[in-house]
């Protein structure tokens, strides 16, 4: 046997020596670590009960519907030093009441839908999970139906129907949308205030092929008005509409125009259009190819680029889980100081802008302004012939301004 | 064989020896960086409302003239459509933009520096910046893969005085040395790049070319040299403490807040009022252009103390 030599000993010695030490030391650490470890799951679970918590500040439940308790934006504004008035849309939350149902199943309510519930569904006034299978805890309604695209149209009918049942003096219009649209709802407002619930109009990404009037995208979402809805449940229950295919939106489509509902145009009045079958990045950047369906599918003329989107865009399609956040950075949060958008809305009939003089004034009020505040779930009937009512008890009526 | 275990029984000793001396070594590195990390840079927040409130209107437009800004953005040919991304999106908004490339391009204009070192491409772009800024007193560099609301930058140094040495943008410490961090923007007023001017002559303390082996980044040679000169990086933030300049980009900030902040997402996230953020890419920056410029809820208003007005001859805004 050949002996090593006394330096290649001491090497060998010194290697192991020093990896003997390093393992010894790593096991010392993370023994150390370990207790660590423990504290950081008691604190996980004094986050989840905190969830709980303000999870009861931001909706009443109602046996399986979420009421929004109050517009997002009272709740954010004290921890923002910037000057927010938000006048305008809390007088809109209170006449132009939606009710938004989200198409969704169990599988995905911890994947997608638990995103749509934290960001946009919290600016509707009324909110309903629809699913095959009753979630207490989520909520979600169980509609007795199975999962997959067959059913599509089947949950549209029943969650439409349930809605009617449930909410219909709730709400002034009722939006479907699925767990993978992002609504901005307070858009969706400016859109429905110039017309009433009492006429009988659905409004969506209109769409021409199959149908003489079109019908609405699906994926896009589509929102009935009262009268809409009511003339759905009617054709149900005297067989003029039926369950004719599963391709949800235009079977919804056909039976709107078989029970006498128009088609309504959604675009701004700029004529771009407010309601997207896909996301914004791709209506922004994307170049479709000529044979792709969507150019022959289009109702009103396509526009690629930066007139695809109004400033006031109501909804965006197979948005993902991150997608929801950012569009609710975008939308509610991230903005440009001083910044004069070049497309000031036109304001919907019956409702006034207050001049900046004004609001400076009652500036001091707002604190008070947001205790006076809260959701009107009873309706005066002939709202369009109503001025609209002082925003707070202290000032008169708000200067109108004609536009 | 006895003079063999021996030498062994001696190499593992010293190896142990090795191993505790490095690992200790090494906590005491991590430890003294993470204590001297906090707060040894200064913070620069926006002007509050009341001291906004506080000036006259004549004053007030006074401001909104001096906070002009005078953008740097350095591209290279290589990235090409990334610096037309940034032409057609963010700067159309600075009030005066100008492009500084390594090597000329056929495809677009820019002031052609001739210079494929970093640091001395960063100086010469600093140099013609200083002596063609005409009236404006702050200035902006930028590298093509950031995104700049200008708008929120004005906000931030609208009450500061470009004749004060301002060296700002999201402030880290790598050793000793505070310096403004690259890919989240870097702005300069009018006295810090005067000084950096000075600065620039002397070869000894902030030579043109560096000819070790190993060099440093070019915003940290830009942070020694103006720490010559007495200027000082500073942290952009917002009253929460949010930094206002992102290295990261909004996609990443908000994945890391779903994890972080599972319930809280967006306000545990991003700041109202960024500034900055980096790494974006082409179509994420045409995004962002229609979330800051276009997109937003009716009914929403704000009645800022200042009015920017949209750019001319353009669509995307």
Not at chain 1, 81 to 87: F, Q
Not at chain 1, 142 to 164: C, F, P, S, V
Not at chain 1, 311 to 338: C, K, N, P, Q
Not at chain 2, 101 to 127: C, F, M, P, Q, Y
Request: a negative charge; aromatic letters at 14%; one cysteine or more.
């Amino acid at each position: 046997m050949k002996t090593l030599g006394p330096r290649i000993s001491f090497y060998a010695g010194f290697v192991v020596g020093t990896f003997t030490l390093y393992v010894f030391l790593r096991q010392l650490w993370f023994e150390k670590t370990l207790p660590m470890h423990q504290v950081t799951t008691l604190a996980r679970i004094q986050d989840y009960q905190q969830q709980l918590e303000e999870e009861k500040k931001m909706w009443k439940k109602e046996g399986s519907a979420l009421f929004n308790l109050e517009h997002p934006h009272h709740i954010a504004q004290s921890t923002t030093i910037t000057c927010e008035d938000s006048r305008m849309a809390d007088e809109l939350y209170k006449k132009v009441r939606i009710l938004c149902w989200v198409m969704t199943g169990p599988k995905n309510l911890e994947t997608k839908t638990r995103h749509a519930k934290y960001t946009w569904s919290r600016h509707c006034n009324i909110v309903v999970f629809m699913s095959s299978v009753d979630d207490p805890d989520f909520p979600t309604v169980g509609l007795g139906t199975k999962e997959g695209r067959d059913q599509l149209y089947w949950k549209t009918i029943r969650a439409y129907h349930y809605a009617y049942e449930h909410y219909a003096d709730e709400a002034d219009w009722f939006l479907k949308a699925d767990d993978d649209t992002y609504v901005i709802v307070d858009n969706l407002r400016w859109i429905l205030a110039n017309h009433t619930p009492e006429e009988p109009i659905y409004f969506g990404r209109r769409f021409k092929p199959y149908t003489k009037q079109g019908y609405m995208s699906g994926g896009a979402g589509y929102v009935l008005s009262k009268e809409a809805l009511r003339r759905f449940v009617e054709g149900f229950k005297s067989k003029q509409c039926t369950h004719t295919t599963s391709v949800e939106d235009l079977a919804m489509g056909q039976c709107m125009e078989k029970v006498g509902v128009l088609a309504g145009d959604s675009r701004d009045s700029f004529h771009r259009e407010t309601f997207h079958p896909f996301v914004l990045e791709q209506h922004l950047t994307a170049k479709f190819p000529k044979s792709f369906w969507y150019w022959s599918y289009c109702y009103y003329p396509i526009s690629e680029g930066p007139n695809c989107c109004s400033d006031m865009s109501i909804s965006f399609h197979y948005v993902d889980a991150v997608g929801m956040y950012l569009m609710e950075y975008y939308t509610y949060h991230l903005r440009a100081f001083g910044y004069r958008y070049r497309y000031q809305p036109p304001t919907p009939p019956g409702y006034s802008i207050n001049k900046f003089e004004s609001w400076d004034a009652g500036k001091k009020d707002k604190k008070l302004e947001q205790k006076l505040v809260h959701p009107d779930l009873s309706r005066t009937d002939k709202r369009q012939n109503e001025d609209p009512p002082p925003v707070d008890g202290k000032d008169g009526p708000a200067a109108a301004e004609g536009k | 064989m006895l003079s063999d275990g021996c030498s062994f029984m001696k190499g593992m000793l010293l190896g142990g020896v090795f191993c505790l001396v490095l690992s200790f070594l090494g906590s005491f590195n991590f430890s003294s960086e993470s204590s001297t990390e906090d707060h040894h840079h200064h913070h620069i927040y926006a002007p509050s409302k009341d001291e906004l409130k506080r000036l006259s209107d004549s004053r007030v437009e006074e401001l909104k003239n001096q906070v002009r800004v005078y953008c740097i953005i350095m591209v290279q040919p290589k990235t090409l459509v990334y610096w037309a991304t940034v032409l057609d999106t963010w700067s159309k908004h600075c009030d005066n933009a100008v492009f500084y490339t390594s090597e000329g391009s056929k495809a677009l204009e820019a002031v052609d520096l001739n210079e494929k070192d970093d640091w001395a491409r960063l100086r010469k772009a600093l140099i013609h910046a200083y002596e063609n800024a005409g009236d404006l007193r702050w200035f902006f560099v930028a590298q093509p893969t950031t995104f700049a609301i200008i708008e929120n930058l004005k906000y931030l140094i609208l009450a500061k005085d470009p004749n004060e040495p301002f060296y700002l943008g999201n402030a880290v410490k790598s050793g000793e040395l505070e310096y403004v961090e690259y890919s989240s923007g870097i702005v300069l007023s009018y006295e810090a790049l005067k000084r950096l001017m000075t600065m620039f002559k002397d070869e000894g303390q902030c030579p043109e070319r560096t000819h070790t082996l190993w060099k440093m980044g070019e915003d940290k040679q830009l942070a020694l040299c103006l720490k010559y000169a007495g200027v000082f990086a500073e942290n952009g933030e917002d009253r929460h403490g949010k930094g206002l300049f992102n290295k990261q980009n909004v996609v990443n900030m908000i994945k890391q807040s779903m994890q972080d902040n599972p319930t809280d997402v967006v306000e545990g996230c991003c700041p109202d009022m960024a500034v900055t953020y980096g790494g974006m890419s082409p179509n994420q920056m045409h995004v962002m252009m229609f979330g800051v410029y276009r997109l937003r809820p009716y009914g929403h208003d704000f009645h800022d103390w200042l009015t920017f007005y949209p750019p001319k001859d353009s669509d995307n805004d």
